[in-house]
């Protein structure tokens, strides 16, 4: 039905699925970005027939075979699923994944402007414990104020430990207690 107004448009990656969760929309560069399997994905809003830039960030070979090992489920949770995007200053994404049940994350360049028509990621990597949960299929939920992060997710690998946790940031890192019902509980 939406097809048939022509507002809309099918949207894959490669023919894969792009199994995707979070939008970002950065009304000063109007791009949106998409979190997706592996891939980050930038698309203009004045055009969304554009090509999209995008940026390949797997995870690593040996986190993939761990997670196989351990007996998740190979298609849809042993990638990169990306789960975190947020603008952390003019020129810079903080972004987050699954990492194959080792969440990581990085800054991604998305430049001054959008005509420099830049997206590269930052090839370090540092560890998303605390900033993104282990599981893709359940949910993270996150906002960055003044450079600081604050997410809401499990933060183990087993998805027992529910929290709000503050991260990125020059003060102490802090969550919420651990045992208390009052705060977050069960979040799915
Ligand atoms: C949108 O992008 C497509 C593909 O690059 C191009 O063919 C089309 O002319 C563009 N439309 C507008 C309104 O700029
Ligand atoms: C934004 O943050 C990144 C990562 O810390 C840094 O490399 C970059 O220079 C910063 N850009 C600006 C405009 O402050």
Redesign the pocket.
């Known amino acids: 039905e939406l097809q048939e107004t022509k507002t809309s448009e099918y949207f894959s990656l490669f023919h894969h699925p792009l199994d995707y969760r979070i939008l970002l929309m950065d009304e000063d560069q109007d791009r949106i970005y998409v979190g997706s399997k592996d891939h980050i994905l930038s698309l203009n809003i004045n055009n969304i027939s554009q090509e999209p830039l995008s940026v390949f960030w797997p995870a690593s070979t040996i986190k993939v075979e761990e997670c196989k090992m351990a007996g998740k489920d190979p298609t849809h949770g042993c990638g990169n699923f990306v789960r975190v995007i947020q603008a952390?200053?003019?020129?810079?994404l903080y972004v987050c994944g699954s990492g194959a049940f080792s969440p990581v994350c990085t800054?991604l360049?998305r430049g001054?402007r959008s005509e420099d028509q830049v997206f590269t990621i930052?090839s370090k990597c540092e560890s998303g414990k605390g900033r993104c949960s282990f599981n893709p299929n359940v949910n993270t939920v996150s906002v960055m104020i003044n450079e600081e992060l604050f997410s809401g997710m499990y933060i183990d690998f087993m998805g027992t430990d529910a929290a709000i946790f503050r991260s990125l940031t020059k003060r102490n890192a802090v969550r919420t207690d651990q045992h208390n019902s009052k705060w977050l509980s069960e979040p799915l």
Do not use: E, G, Q, W
């Open positions: 952390f200053n003019r020129t810079h800054y360049n001054r930052d």
